[in-house]
């Protein structure tokens, strides 16, 4: 049995955050066209067709609560302009500017780059939709190694299914191009082990096309080193006191030194399996937080059993509020992940929060189906108060 190498998941790290930008920028283009923004206009007797105004669209982006002031939309619309969704009309700044000056997207007027990651991409989108539109057996709940997981589907049953499409000619040609959309980040290995397959391995769609994205994703850097566990930890916690949204992640075998500022709730013993350890001395050596590794979940919970009508879980909404030190929890796992960790003097146990708590939504976004790492990250780029939706037995 192989395993996916590191620079194959590195690369596909990389892909991810581009093909993650064109959905983004596409369902925003849909939007902006569906509210009028985007039309011809005129301007020292030109029409520039299928445009919008850079600063028209700031205000839309802040009324939208799309992002939070000015800055972040500009920062954001920026991130667009980089990765050549949009452009000046006449390619004058490479710089997004919040000004009354017009832009477009590429897709609109034809000069949007095809290169072969956009062309796998694009494939791997065409795909997807003929797969969920389609009445075939192919995605379904199947178990690997003893875990049960959601819209799977069996490699050799894909490239029987790509086959009869006519989207390849041979077993040969389909196993190839699902290698392509593995290493493009479109489909991946259940517990992302193996490489694709001419087996009875099982594989999921990496991305779902379908999810409406909040634009403020696009600020989500994704990790472009190898895919943590699902049991790996993620620690949430000040980098900088002047900075108020300046957070760092920690790896389950690194331990970090925080200031002395840290709360002494937090450094005494509590029941989220030994996640902080006590300090002898508050004001001459840092605490030290341990990230341990072992869950705090009696057993694994997968979706379907969190969604059965009749189940055991109730859902409950948390409005919590950072403060100088952050949130005071910690996510892991995925698909759903949960509340691993709680500090007992945290803004977090204020809200109510406990530990073995599903995570539902973050601020309106629905979240099942992200591992604790996106869950995290749509937490730290988001404004200090966050309301989540979370499900408990």
């Given at each position: 049995m192989d395993s996916i190498g590191i620079t194959v998941q590195s690369k596909a790290a990389e892909?991810?955050?581009?093909?993650?930008?064109?959905?983004?920028?596409?369902?925003?283009?849909?939007?902006?066209?569906?509210?009028?923004?985007?039309?011809?206009?005129?301007?020292?007797?030109?029409?520039?067709?299928?445009?919008?105004?850079?600063?028209?669209?700031?205000?839309?982006?802040?009324?939208?609560?799309?992002?939070?002031?000015?800055?972040?939309?500009?920062?954001?619309?920026?991130?667009?302009?980089?990765?050549?969704?949009?452009?000046?009309?006449?390619?004058?700044?490479?710089?997004?500017?919040?000004?009354?000056?017009?832009?477009?997207?590429?897709?609109?007027?034809?000069?949007?780059?095809?290169?072969?990651?956009?062309?796998?991409?694009?494939?791997?989108?065409?795909?997807?939709?003929?797969?969920?539109?389609?009445?075939?057996?192919?995605?379904?709940?199947?178990?690997?190694?003893?875990?049960?997981?959601?819209?799977?589907?069996?490699?050799?049953?894909?490239?029987?299914?790509?086959?009869?499409?006519?989207?390849?000619?041979?077993?040969?040609?389909?196993?190839?191009?699902?290698?392509?959309?593995?290493?493009?980040?479109?489909?991946?290995?259940?517990?992302?082990?193996?490489?694709?397959?001419?087996?009875?391995?099982?594989?999921?769609?990496?991305?779902?096309?379908?999810?409406?994205?909040?634009?403020?994703?696009?600020?989500?850097?994704?990790?472009?080193?190898?895919?943590?566990?699902?049991?790996s930890p993620f620690c949430l916690r000040k980098q900088s006191q002047d900075k108020s949204t300046s957070f760092l992640s920690v790896s389950p075998t690194r331990e970090i030194k925080i200031v002395s500022a840290v709360r002494r709730s937090s450094m005494s013993n509590n029941n989220s399996g030994g996640f902080f350890t006590n300090s002898s001395t508050l004001s001459s050596s840092p605490p030290v937080v341990l990230c341990n590794p072992k869950s705090v979940l009696k057993r694994p919970v997968s979706l379907d059993e969190l969604m059965t009508p009749g189940a055991p879980y109730t859902r409950k909404t948390l409005t919590i509020v950072s403060d100088a030190v952050g949130w005071g929890f910690v996510v892991r796992g995925s698909n759903p992940c949960h509340v691993q960790a709680v500090d007992p003097g945290g803004p977090a146990a204020a809200a109510g929060m406990k530990i073995c708590q599903f995570v539902v939504s973050v601020n309106g976004l629905n979240v099942l189906h992200c591992d604790f790492r996106t869950v995290s990250n749509l937490i730290l780029t988001g404004p200090r108060t966050i309301v989540m939706e979370v499900m408990e037995e």
């Open positions: 892909l991810e955050q581009m093909a993650e930008a064109l959905i983004i920028g596409e369902q925003l283009r849909l939007r902006l066209h569906e509210e009028k923004l985007i039309k011809d206009r005129r301007h020292h007797l030109k029409t520039y067709p299928n445009c919008f105004v850079a600063k028209e669209v700031i205000d839309w982006l802040i009324e939208r609560k799309e992002a939070l002031d000015r800055d972040t939309a500009v920062k954001l619309m920026q991130k667009m302009n980089d990765r050549s969704i949009i452009h000046h009309v006449c390619d004058e700044y490479r710089e997004f500017k919040d000004l009354k000056i017009f832009y477009r997207f590429r897709k609109d007027d034809g000069t949007f780059p095809l290169d072969h990651e956009v062309k796998v991409f694009m494939r791997g989108q065409r795909l997807y939709e003929k797969m969920m539109n389609s009445e075939n057996t192919l995605l379904q709940a199947r178990e690997e190694g003893g875990i049960k997981y959601e819209r799977t589907f069996v490699g050799s049953e894909l490239i029987d299914w790509l086959i009869q499409e006519q989207e390849a000619k041979t077993r040969l040609e389909a196993e190839q191009l699902c290698r392509r959309l593995l290493e493009h980040a479109i489909i991946q290995h259940v517990s992302n082990k193996h490489h694709f397959v001419d087996s009875e391995l099982l594989y999921q769609f990496r991305l779902n096309f379908r999810r409406r994205r909040r634009f403020m994703e696009l600020l989500i850097e994704r990790s472009q080193s190898v895919t943590e566990s699902h049991d």
